[in-house]
């Protein structure tokens, strides 16, 4: 951003013209114009509202510098000493009023069909948690994770010896995008599964908070395809800028091939971060096809809080080579992981990962950083601890995790 600054700056003088807004929509210090119809409003208002107050701003200052530079001492001005002037004071009263009330009109008809969420065509659960979003096609029976991509993933450590400008949309990209068909009025229900988060596609809409143990909705109809991107917008803790958001707005037909591809992948995957897509969960793996897979799966999932070298940042986030239930029993770390810690920052990853991704990672893990306990960890094992873990859903009335 801050490069294209001064090569731009020239732009500004064709904004106050009223010149078409699309021919600017490059221009990234403005607010984007965006492809739908209340983005393109929103836009309209801004620049309506910007415009009086530098109108406003020009006529104040103007005032100002006038009086001080005409009426100053050195040419033997002296102050008038009145302390009260009700006419005065009626006009910078009222002529403030009638401004406020005329912009609030045009602001509050664009706030209400913000709003309106009403005859949608689709909904959506939209869930935040730390860092990644979910979606839940709720009609369709399509759900899954969008975490961030892995070439930005990979680049954003200290250390991975790639240049993060030699990535494409440098986190802004992810594993598996939202999609949806153009012309639609998509309704999303914004929730979050632990902190605040914020869904913000510039482009598309406005901001929606992601409140835990709330839903809020927001709506967009996107009038053309094309891949919109944007970002959580809610402070969320630490990789709170590691959690990006794309939109693939899609023709109808192609909307309706990709949900027909989905319905017959499984549920929930890993996502392809983590490489895992359900394939292998009747087979028994080798402790080192367990290792290789749970090394990737940890470095997408586990990273951020438990550190590559699983030291942790204590006291935030637990060391794993010092933990005693790490080095302890194999049913008790796999609880740990599959049912997360309520409260914490411990999410529950059974709902997230699938039995492969699973067993790799706790195998990687209890055999890792020269802990080498020679524990192997297989996909059924995680079948049988989900069983238990469903059997105590139905017991308690609270299904784990979602
Ligand atoms: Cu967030």
Redesign the pocket.
Known sequence: MSSGFMKRMPAAAGLWLGVAPAAFAAWELNMPVGVTDITHETYRLHMLILGVCVVIGCIVFGAMIYSIFAHRKSRGRSASQFTHSTKVEVVWTTIPFVILVAMAIPAAETLIRIEDTRNSDISIQVT?Y??KWHYNYLDEGVEFFSTLARSSNVARQLGSGVDPYSVDNYLLDVDRPLVVPVGQKVRLLVTSND?L??WWVPELSGKRD?VPGFVNDIWFQAREPGIYRGQ?A?L??RD?GF?PIVVEVVSEDAYADWLAGQRDAPAVTAGAAAGATGDGADQDWTLDELMARGEEGYTANCVACHQADGHGIPPMFPSLVDSDIVRGDVSGHIDVVLNGRPGTAMQAFGPQLDDVALAAIITYVRNAWGLDSGDVIEPADIEAARTGEQLLAEKTGYPNGL
Do not use: D, S, T
């Open positions: 935040g730390q860092w902190v988060h914020a992601a959580c809610e969320c803790g709170h959690m």
